[in-house]
């Protein structure tokens, strides 16, 4: 298992962007599909995109052509950034790595998550 941080969440005004990064241990992170997931106040925790080791990437039709994810092997590092946010991204983002091996929307498909960090997009 690989153990993951998240860092860079904060205020801003819609229409605004952001860049979260998640930090994460281990030798084989460069194996590992990566999600980015969100749990707005009162509801579900929700897939929001992924990378796979392959490099490829998938994205929520809610977040898609305004949220870009990449990730830098040599540093062990996935990053979610967001542009042209709105209200409706207020949320804490979290990221997490897949244990079975593919990039999925499922949770119980992650066996590792960090703790977590707040994104607040003001109107």
């Known amino acids: 298992q690989v153990q993951l941080v998240e860092s860079g969440g904060g205020l801003v005004q819609a229409g605004g962007s952001l860049r979260v990064s998640c930090a994460a241990s281990?030798?084989?992170?460069?194996?590992?599909?990566m999600a980015w997931f969100r749990q707005a106040p009162g509801k579900e925790r929700e897939f929001v995109g992924g990378i796979r080791s392959s490099g490829s990437t998938s994205y929520a039709d809610s977040v898609k052509g305004r949220f870009t994810i990449a990730r830098d092997n040599a540093k062990n590092m996935v990053y979610l950034q967001m542009n042209s946010l709105k209200p409706e991204d207020t949320a804490v983002y979290y990221c997490a790595a897949s244990r079975v091996g593919l990039l999925t929307t499922r949770l119980s498909d992650y066996g590792s998550w960090g703790q977590g960090t707040q994104v607040t997009v003001s109107s």
């Open positions: 281990g030798r084989t992170f460069s194996t590992y599909a």
